[in-house]
């Protein structure tokens, strides 16, 4: 499942919020994923090799991290997050499979 077709399936969002469409929300979802699969937490999922120099990015990059977890815990809020996180945990679901087969 790519992050187009996860996309695809989400509401229209009717809120002010921005749309989780950017790259930049897209590897946040990635540290959520990450902390799913590993049972990590979430201060630890590692950055993306391509942000993790530039202390501008990285400073995004952990904003976004944090406000995905947060929207997520909340889903209940905000309808979106409630569509998009279901999709999430099947991603990591199957993820964790293929991994555990290699």
Same mark, same amino acid.
């Given at each position: 499942?790519?992050?187009?077709?996860?996309?695809?399936?989400?509401?229209?969002?009717?809120?002010?919020?921005?749309?989780?469409? $950017? $790259?930049?929300?897209?590897?946040?979802?990635?540290?959520?994923?990450?902390?799913?699969?590993?049972? /990590?937490?979430?201060?630890?999922?590692?950055?993306?090799?391509?942000i993790a120099p530039d202390p501008?990015?990285?400073?995004?990059?952990t904003r976004e991290r944090h406000?995905?977890?947060?929207?997520?815990?909340?889903? $209940?809020?905000?309808?979106?997050? /409630?569509?998009?996180?279901?999709?999430?945990?099947?991603?990591?679901e199957h993820l964790t499979k293929?991994?555990?087969?290699?």
């Open positions: 499942m790519t992050w187009w077709h996860i996309l695809a399936q989400l509401p229209v969002l009717t809120s002010h919020r921005k749309p989780i469409s $950017d $790259d930049r929300r897209r590897l946040a979802v990635s540290a959520y994923i990450w902390t799913r699969a590993t049972e /990590g937490e979430p201060d630890f999922a590692p950055c993306p090799p391509h501008a990015l990285r400073a995004v990059w406000n995905v977890f947060h929207w997520l815990r909340t889903t $209940d809020y905000q309808p979106y997050y /409630g569509a998009l996180k279901p999709l999430l945990e099947d991603h990591t293929a991994i555990d087969r290699r």
